[in-house]
Nanobody
Framework: QVNLVESGGGLVQAGGSLRLSCAAS????????MGWFRQAPGKEREFVAA???????YYADSVKGRFTISRDNAKNTVYLLMNSLKPEDTAVYYC??????????????????WGQGTQVTVSS
């Protein structure tokens, strides 16, 4: 079992920045693909960004150039730095992990472990 705990959400004005963190309780963190997803009210959960165990990154077109995903394997933590935030970025953001040696996926159904979510609200 892998526990994921997100932090760093909050209320920010449009154009501002936030950094989300996700701490994982697993010794196999360094070889696990990690992802960030978000879900706005009335909408399906959508892919935001992901990072492979080797550090290769992937982004949704809607956040490319504004968001940066990174990982610190020594701290078992993955980060999502969000710049130039827009009101449409408002959502609950979830951290997710795949089983070891699994590749990155854009499909939330392929992730095995999920955090509790953290609210990000961007005011206009």
């Amino acid at each position: 079992q892998v526990n994921l705990v997100e932090s760093g959400g909050g209320l920010v004005q449009a154009g501002g920045s936030l950094r989300l963190s996700c701490a994982a309780s697993t010794r196999t963190f360094s070889i696990s693909a990690m992802g960030w997803f978000r879900q706005a009210p009335g909408k399906e959960r959508e892919f935001v960004a992901a990072i492979s165990g080797g550090g290769v990154t992937y982004y949704a077109d809607s956040v490319k150039g504004r968001f940066t995903i990174s990982r610190d394997n020594a701290k078992n933590t993955v980060y999502l730095l969000m710049n130039s935030l827009k009101p449409e970025d408002t959502a609950v953001y979830y951290c997710a992990a795949r089983s070891v040696y699994s590749s990155v996926s854009y499909d939330p159904g392929r992730y095995d472990y999920w955090g509790q979510g953290t609210q990000v609200t961007v005011s206009s």
